[in-house]
């Protein structure tokens, strides 16, 4: 009669730790992680751009507004932060931020278009963009995620009676997310600053 084989049944332990227990502690090799994780994604946007095939962050104001951010000009996505506010400025500032040693001005995208503010109480989450001339953050109510657009298939902005002009839209991705001009609106803001 042959003999059966028998196979232990081993277990094993798989151990979950989160993305920040995962990183280094010291500056340098956190600002070494950023260059690359930077130079990646600008590669992955020149990809894309060669396909007329464009990411952007979505984000929410209040509830059910929706809009859109292009990567390429995106530094940072900060959740949950804490704005130290400025007296006696514009009103469209709500304040700054110190992330990493940079004082960043933070812009209250709700007053900046006119929309108005939602009685519930709000996350303060910041997306840092930048063109050739400035850095801001810009406070939005929630980030949703990211998703691609192509340009030849985006909706043109509807005309309305809101304060949003309509240069500040590039067009309308799925009929519902608006996609943001920010090279017009720092620019804008840049203006404003000046006066």
Not at 78 to 100: H, K, L, V
Not at 101 to 117: R, S
Not at 153 to 178: E, M, Q, R, V
């Amino acid at each position: 009669m042959p003999i059966k084989a028998h196979k232990k049944n081993q277990e094993k332990t798989t151990i979950f730790t989160s993305a920040p227990v995962c990183l280094p502690k010291d500056s340098e090799a956190l600002t070494i992680l950023q260059k690359r994780a930077e130079k990646i994604a600008q590669i992955e946007i020149k990809k894309g751009q060669e396909k007329n095939i464009y990411s952007y962050i979505h984000f929410c104001l209040n509830k059910n507004e929706h809009y859109g951010i292009p990567y390429q000009l995106t530094k940072e996505v900060i959740q949950n932060t804490s704005i130290t506010p400025i007296p006696s400025t514009f009103e469209f500032i709500a304040g700054i931020i110190n992330r990493r040693g940079m004082l960043i001005n933070v812009i209250d995208l709700k007053h900046f278009f006119g929309i108005k503010k939602s009685e519930k109480k709000i996350n303060k989450n910041v997306i840092v963009v930048q063109n050739e001339s400035m850095q801001v953050g810009l406070l939005v109510d929630s980030i949703e995620g990211s998703h691609h657009y192509s340009m030849d298939k985006l909706n043109p902005p509807i005309p309305s009676n809101n304060a949003i002009k309509l240069n500040y839209i590039i067009g309308l991705h799925n009929g519902t997310t608006a996609i943001i001009n920010i090279d017009a609106i720092l620019t804008e803001i840049e203006t404003q600053l000046i006066k």
